[in-house]
T-cell receptor, first 114, second 113 residues
């Protein structure tokens, strides 16, 4: 039982390049989330998916797209990376029972955009 | 709108001293409140959560938090700090009837020998 896994762990991009961050969970959770963490700003929700086939914007969705490929996998895509997207990205999942569920986090992807 | 405020971005204590990390929330409905911990270069993990069952919530590693509605607070405490408690701590509130979390800006705890 690996929990939430993310790939890659580290990535350096040049401005304008694209990339996809991968996330998978093996806990049969319904909901999945993408956050970014920046110093002094806590974690901010980029996108979330309440169930397979549905996605919705969070607090900071601009410049990102997501795909809920199946129940296990939720990917985050940067189409044209910008230096402002330099951050640590976390994927999380939860059962989705209405407000009290624990979110389980992956180890993060540290992204630098030059 | 729901939000949380964590007072103090950095807290330093000596080993064996009381740990107190402050969190105040804003919510128009009864909130669900969480404390998560992040050790260096790791993801977040749940310390404890308040789901209205009991106002004093005990979590892992000797931490506890008390929900005080009158003060709109959910402060995290531990009677005696250990070096291994050095980490960043996040308070969070869930949006009503969803699992979406709104996080505070975090408090970095340093523990000195």
């Amino acid at each position: 039982n690996a929990g939430v896994t993310q790939t890659p762990k580290f990535q350096v991009l040049k401005t304008g390049q694209s990339m996809t961050l991968q996330c998978a969970q093996d806990m049969n959770h319904n909901s999945m989330y993408w956050y970014r963490q920046d110093p002094g700003m806590g974690l901010r929700l980029i996108y979330y998916s309440a169930s397979e086939g549905t996605t919705d914007k969070g607090e900071v969705p601009n410049g990102y797209n997501v795909s809920r490929l199946n129940k296990r996998e939720f990917s985050l895509r940067l189409e044209s990376a910008a230096p402002s997207q330099t951050s640590v990205y976390f994927c999380a999942s939860s059962e989705q029972r209405g407000g009290a569920d624990t979110q389980y986090f992956g180890p993060g992807t540290r992204l630098t955009v030059l | 709108a729901q939000s949380v405020t964590q007072l103090g971005s950095h807290v330093s204590v000596s080993e064996g001293a009381l740990v107190l990390l402050r969190c105040n929330y804003s919510s128009s409905v009864p909130p669900y409140l969480f404390w998560y911990v992040q050790y260096p270069n790791q993801g977040l993990q749940l310390l404890l959560k308040y789901t209205s069952a009991a106002t004093l919530v005990k979590g892992i590693n000797g931490f506890e938090a008390e929900f005080k509605k009158s003060e709109t607070s959910f402060h995290l405490t531990k009677p005696s700090a250990h070096m291994s408690d050095a980490a960043e701590y996040f308070c969070a509130v869930s949006l009503y009837n969803t699992d979406k979390l709104i996080f505070g800006t975090g408090t970095r705890l340093q523990v000195f020998p």
